[in-house]
Structures are given as C-alpha cells and as structure tokens.
C-alpha cells in the first residue's frame, strides 16, 4: 500500500526541503534567548536586584511574544518575504539592542522606557517567527503532525544551547554590546539562507538581497568596532580616566586613575579607592587581630585586592593567610599590576598568603580548617547570590571554622545610607551564637561606613589597642568608632533576621540604595 499525501508531495512543483527551515528555527531560538539574556544582563548591570529585571524582561518579553503569535493571523500571503522581512529587523534591532541601552543609562534619563521598548519589540518580532515558519513547512510539507514536532524540538534545544553559550562563552569572551552584534548577525544570516534556498518563493526577491546585504554590512561593522563603542560609553560611567578594563567570567573590572586616585571597580561598584582605602581596611582588620587570642591562622573571604591582606601581615605572629576569592583574575591583576602592587605592598606574592579561587560558601562547607581570625570582606548583598553570603547560614558556616576566642570581622554596609541593612547583618550575625560589637568610620570615598566584629566568646572593648604601624586608627579613634547616633541606631530593633528562604536584606539593601 503506498502513502496518498508521499505520492502528492512528490509531485508537487512546490513541495520543498525543509532541512534549512528547521535549521533556521535552530538559530533563531538560539538568538531569542540571547536577546532575553543580554536585556537582563544589562538591566541587572546597571540597575542591581537581578531577580527583578529577568523579571520583568521574561515576562514582558513573553507577552511580546503572545502579541507576535497573534499577529500572524493577518499574514496570509508571501510568508517567506514576511519571514526574511522578520529575520533583518531582528537583525539590526537586536544587534543595537546592547548598544541602546546602555547609551540610554549613560547619556540620558529614559533607560526604563528604552529597556520596555526593546523588549517589547524584540518579543514581538520573536513571536512572529515560529508561526510563519511553521506555515511556511506545513503548506509545503502538509503534515501538521510532523511539522509541530520538528519545529518545536529544535526551537526547544536552540533555546538550551543560547541560554549555556551565553554565560559560558559570549559573554566573557565577547561582552554584551558585540555579543548583540554576533546574534543580529545570525539572524540576518538567516534571513540569507532563506533568500538562496527559496528564492523562487520570494517575491521581492531583489529588494531583499539589497536589504539583507546592507544589514549584514552594517551589523558586522557594529560587531568589529564593538570594543570601542563599548569602551566609549562606558568611559562615561567613570568620573576618572579608565586605565584598565575587562570582562571576567564573574564580572566586570575596570581600573581608573586621576594623579595619585586609583580606584576598582566591580561591576560599577566601587570597590577601594587609593587615597583612603587605609581607612577602610585599617578598620576592618585591626579590632579583631588585636582582640583575638591567637592571630597565627588567618582566613579571609574576598579581599583579592590584596589590602586587606597587607594590614594582616603587620603582624609577626601570623603564619598563614588563606584568602577565599571567586574571581582568579582580579586576583591575577592586583597581583601583577604595578600600581595595585605598590599599594598593597606585593601582599599576594607574600609566602604567607594562599589563593583559593573558589566560592567562599563553597569553600566552607568542604573546609575541615579552623581560623583565630576570620575577616569577611565581601562586595555589598546588591544580587542574590552575594545575598547568601550574608545569611545566617553562612555565618553558622563561619562559626564552625572559628577556633574557641576567634574572632571574625564583616563588612557590612553603612549604617546611615543603609540602616535596615547594616543592622539586619548584625543580627543575623548575632543569631548563630555570636557576642557582637558594631562599628563604623567615614571613608570619604564610600560615606559613612559600618562594620560588624563578633567573636564565639564574650568580650570587652577595653583590651583593644592599636600594636602595628598605621595611618587612620590610634587608641583613641580605635574606641571612638564603636558608638553611633541616634539615627543611625533608627532601625536597631526593627529589622528580620536574613536567610536563604527570606532575603530580606537584599530588599533592605535595595530600599536603602534607590533613595541615593
């Protein structure tokens, strides 16, 4: 018995091969994805609370996407010219997509607006493209069946092969502004193989082989200067001349200088600046080495900058420093670089120090060591993954690697810009067991800054003293920052411990942040 619908196709003038179809569909869930990724990537850039802007870029996008499905309905004839039309404006708007947004934050007040926008657009054109792609197979193919299969499998495994390429491969190699490029590239390549494999389909077959032609020219030459685009726009986030820049498999670093101001940051946040970083540091380690029993076994969790380390090895007695810090390459810079180097005292090359690259909850959990200090100096919780380093898990973690009259000091935001979120620290600290003091100091650079010191056994203030060489703390001011103002005590009582089911502190922290 021979198949009726085989023997009509066979003889159909119009039956095609819908081999480059499919592959298109494998491209294009690639570059969907990716665009989902790149906005929210961006927005949780330039904005923080990451968990709000994917948020609102998957939903928003979603939604796009149900309006394009939608509007399909009205497209009836000449598909493949619909859907080549389709491919080259994703193209061009996808491909300047990074670039919009980030001109928008830096040159004007609309970044929200652009960010809508774009994702409203993007999600509208992506919803158009499965439909007319199936239409397109199925009025060719005519077996629905078969069609709906083949096209949503490779669309469902181009989305998985986007959303790991992404984070893994484009994003550390390439940045966002050239990995926009690369996908609008693909898509207009698309819309090239669509016009060479069906061109006897295509109406307005010449008009869009000059339009696909000038698109793809376009969107390459946006791709090859990308780095200049990128470094031009981003050099307006920074108040100095930025002397060093790089995309890091975690993060981004960039390094600025005017005359004797060195400063770091990651991200966007600032991480030090030369002309005070003593300040901060000096407060962050001198409390708990000079109260601690013992200073011979020292832990630090972040700190790859080295500072933090060189103030620990004033002290003769320690023995080993391990320092915890995710990112190998700003350890690697701040390492090698002459200007980090000279101000850090070549303390990462000290025979003493120890890198780990590594989670530093990861690093706690498989860690049998137990520490006389423990210092956590930690970038602020604006993420939730930097959220789980300040909850009370993870300092039940560091309680269990505190030897017995340890004592551990934590970063721990300002108390006058961030109230609720300084003192939420402190009392999650608080709940694992610690005996806590707070204090603070103003690093000009940064503001009024706060630190929380605890210790597994109860302890007095007055066995504080200043034994090493410094350029802030003396006796006297080493006392005087332990005591806080009305108003920065405003939240004390008020505040919920932080935990990983219930982060409040990130919604503190953002709270605190929006208002400056």
């Known amino acids: 018995m021979t198949n009726d619908n085989s023997n009509k196709d066979n003889l159909n003038p119009d039956h095609i091969n819908a081999t480059p179809l499919l592959f298109a569909v494998f491209i294009i869930a690639i570059c969907g994805i990716i665009y989902e990724l790149i906005v929210g990537a961006i927005s949780s850039y330039l904005l923080g609370d990451s968990v709000k802007q994917y948020s609102i870029t998957i939903g928003l996008f979603m939604s796009a996407m149900g309006v394009g499905s939608y509007a399909t309905k009205y497209f009836s004839r000449n598909l493949f010219d619909v859907f080549v039309i389709i491919e080259l404006l994703i193209g061009v708007f996808g491909g300047l997509s990074a670039i919009l947004l980030f001109a928008s934050y830096a040159f004007t007040d609309i970044y929200y607006f652009v960010m809508y926008i774009t994702i409203i657009i993007i999600g509208v054109m992506v919803g158009l493209e499965i439909p007319i792609i199936t239409r397109i197979i199925e009025e060719k193919e005519n077996n629905l069946r078969i069609t709906i299969a083949n096209v949503l499998s490779f669309d469902y495994i181009g989305a998985l092969l986007g959303s790991l390429a992404f984070p893994l491969i484009l994003l550390p190699y390439l940045g966002q502004i050239r990995t926009a490029f690369l996908v609008g590239f693909l898509n207009i390549a698309v819309a090239i193989l669509i016009i060479y494999k069906y061109k ?50 975690y993060q981004k670093l960039v390094v600025t200088k005017h005359l004797d101001d060195l400063r770091m940051f990651l991200n966007g946040n600032i991480q030090f600046s030369s002309i005070d970083e003593y300040r901060y540091h000096e407060a962050l380690i001198h409390p708990a080495m000079s109260l601690a029993k013992k200073r011979e076994n020292i832990l630090i969790l972040g700190g790859g900058d080295g500072l933090a380390a060189r103030e620990i090895l004033k002290y003769d007695e320690v023995k080993s420093i391990k320092l915890v810090d995710l990112d190998p ?29 590594t989670d530093a909850y990861k690093y706690l959990e498989n860690t049998k060591k137990k520490f006389d200090v423990i210092i956590v100096d930690l970038p602020d919780p604006n993420n939730e993954a930097l959220n789980k380093l300040y909850t009370n ?63 597994n056994e109860n302890f007095s203030l007055k066995d504080m003293e200043v034994s090493v060489p410094t350029r802030y703390l003396n006796n006297e001011i080493l006392k005087a920052i332990f005591y806080f103002a009305k108003d920065e005590k405003a939240s004390q009582d008020k505040v919920e411990i932080n935990s990983l089911t219930n982060p409040v502190l990130l919604r503190y922290y953002q709270k605190a942040w929006n208002s400056y």
């Open 200 to 249: 006897q389909f295509i109406k307005n077959i010449y008009l869009m082989k000059f339009l696909a032609i000038s698109f793809a020219l376009l969107i390459a030459i946006g791709f090859i200067t990308g780095n200049h685009t990128a470094n031009f726009i981003e050099d307006s986030f920074y108040r100095d001349r930025v002397i060093y820049r790089k995309q890091t498999k």
């Open 329 to 357: 390459d700003v350890v690697s810079f701040c390492s090698t670089n002459p200007l980090i180097k000279k101000l850090n005292n070549n303390s990462l090359q000290n025979k003493k120090v120890e890198i780990i690259n």
């Open 393 to 455: 898990l993870f300092y039940r973690l560091i309680y269990h690697h505190l030897n017995h009259g340890g004592f551990v000091a934590i970063q721990s935001t300002s108390p006058y810009y961030a109230n609720e979120a300084y003192w939420c620290i402190r009392k999650t600290v608080e709940s694992e067991g610690f005996f806590t003091q707070g204090y603070h100091l103003n690093v000009p650079s940064f503001g009024d800054w706060g630190f929380t010191l605890a210790s």
